[in-house]
């Protein structure tokens, strides 16, 4: 496997790109990794409303709604 990366302050979000022959399991399980990394999660304390990465998340409980 061959990494590149290009980082340059004219870039203003991530790309990334894959180029592969076959798509295997270590393959898939890697995009969905990735996919996992851009997700957040949406919370709501009183009227603030906040944006958690999911990669930061390591527990959840609510209690009364």
Do not use: A, H, W
Not at 11 to 40: A, H, P, W
């Amino acid at each position: 496997m061959k990494l590149t990366i290009e980082q340059s302050l004219e870039n203003n979000e991530i790309e990334i790109t894959i180029k592969c022959g076959v798509m295997d399991d270590r393959l898939r399980k890697l995009i969905e990794s990735i996919r996992q990394y851009s997700f957040s999660l949406q919370c709501k304390n009183n009227s603030e409303v906040y944006s958690i990465p999911l990669e930061e998340i390591y527990y959840i409980e609510t209690i009364n709604k």
